[in-house]
């Protein structure tokens, strides 16, 4: 399955699937050089929360992202726990993209962490899709210090089940005639968008490998996947047709944030919720958006989960106005309730239109908002995120 001289197996298009390796865990590592080689977790440092992102030393316990915190520290008990610093992952991803761009325009981005690069057309000027998976992968070590994992076949489903087959740091060739002898023996739950619990009843009806899947009959099939049965065979047998897109919008701009302790306070809650606003709006106006409908979610201490919204006349990336409906949902909410015990809040938009130019005649306050927001911005962007605050952040929990 490793690498072999060129690619011409690859057939009409060559793909690669570029998955970073424990991406947090590694720019940590990285950043901290006395993190290196020991069992680290990126999540909550005082047991809350779930894994963010676990190194390979400690996923040798059976600790794996979206582990509960606790969880993961019964497994690993000498585990070492860091706060994510998402902002600077979401720098050093930016760098990380960079590198994509360079060898093809079509890149889709998935996460952070991970992305699809079309190369079919790239090999006229960079050499065939294994010298260029080679390219990039050198390229991350020298500029990053950090290793990627790739996979590279004739599409995009086999090239992401493929360059999970060898890491960390490994580079997966599969071509075309060698795509059954590759996934056949694979258990039936490396095939993406299966999921754990449909995964379990495949499993349960006797079809534990790709190649039981992919030979199955209908009269099996059909029962576990109704009638899309064939879509799910054909992708046992590696049969995918969809194309890589670069232009990939954003549906929601988002942040939440689960606390060490619960929030019982309400001046606490407002000031967490008026942080969260505030990046949320930063983001829009990075991305050059602005939202029509803001919510707002609360989990409380036994897990419920709950969601507000509401929708704006015009759309905003203005901070007053997404932290001022923030504080009116939650306000509304805290009204109907006893004394809830909060453990996690999170603000999102949605319903996206691009920045217009401003508008001369704009209302005062808007206008005020906007070039407040402009001056914040700019400070931030000079001396760092946390160089201004407005003072209602004062209130937050240590």
């Known amino acids: 399955m490793k690498s072999s001289a ?7 298009r060559a793909i690669l699937h570029v998955d ?19 069992p680290l977790i990126v999540g909550g440092v005082s047991g809350r929360g779930v894994v963010a992102a676990a190194s390979y030393e400690v996923r040798r316990y059976g600790v794996r992202s979206a582990m509960p915190v606790r969880r993961a520290l019964a497994l690993c008990p000498e585990a070492v726990c860091v706060r994510p610093r998402m902002s600077h992952y979401v720098d050093v991803s930016k760098q990380v993209f960079a590198i994509f761009h360079r060898h093809t325009p079509l890149v889709q981005g998935l996460s952070l962490d991970e992305a699809y690069l079309d190369v079919t057309d790239s090999r006229l000027l960079r050499g065939d899709a294994i010298r260029i998976a080679r390219d ?10 950090l290793t990627a994992s790739v996979g590279v076949a004739p599409n995009k489903l086999v090239a992401k089940i493929a360059s999970d087959l060898d890491k960390p740091d490994g580079l997966t060739v ?7 002898e590759v996934l056949d023996p694979l258990p039936v739950r490396r095939l993406p968008g299966l999921g754990r619990k449909k995964g379990e009843e495949v499993a349960a009806a006797g079809l534990r490998t790709l190649g039981d899947l992919r030979c199955a009959d209908e009269t099996i099939l059909r029962p576990l996947f ?20 670069p232009e990939h919008d954003d549906k929601s701009v988002s942040n939440e944030r689960t606390f060490d302790e619960d929030l019982q306070d309400p001046a606490i809650m407002h000031a967490e919720l008026a942080a969260l606003a505030d990046k949320v709006a930063t983001r829009l106006r990075s991305k050059e958006l602005q939202a029509a409908c803001i919510s707002i979610k609360i989990r409380l201490h036994d897990f419920r989960t709950l969601t507000r919204q509401t929708t704006l006349p015009a759309p905003t990336a203005e901070s007053r106005v997404i932290a001022d409906r923030a504080r009116n949902l939650l306000e509304c909410w805290l009204a109907n309730v006893g004394r ?13 239109a691009e920045v217009l130019q401003s508008d001369l005649f704009a209302e005062p306050a808007r206008a005020r908002n906007e070039k407040l927001d402009v001056t914040v911005d700019a400070i931030r962007g000079k001396f760092g995120g946390a160089a201004l605050a407005p003072a209602t952040f004062l209130k937050r929990r240590r």
């Open 174 to 180: 599969v071509t075309t005639e060698r795509i059954n």
């Open 20 to 38: 970073m390796d424990a991406f947090y865990a590694s720019v940590e590592q990285r950043d901290h050089p006395e993190l290196r080689g020991k």
């Open 340 to 352: 809830p015990r909060v453990r996690l809040l999170g603000v999102s938009t949605t319903g996206f």
């Open 6 to 12: 060129g690619d011409r197996g690859l057939g009409p």
């Open 226 to 245: 109704g009638r899309h049965w064939e879509v799910w065979r054909d992708r046992a047998g590696g049969i995918d047709d969809r194309p890589v897109e």
């Open 136 to 145: 990039i992968k050198q390229a991350i070590v020298d500029e990053l210090d």
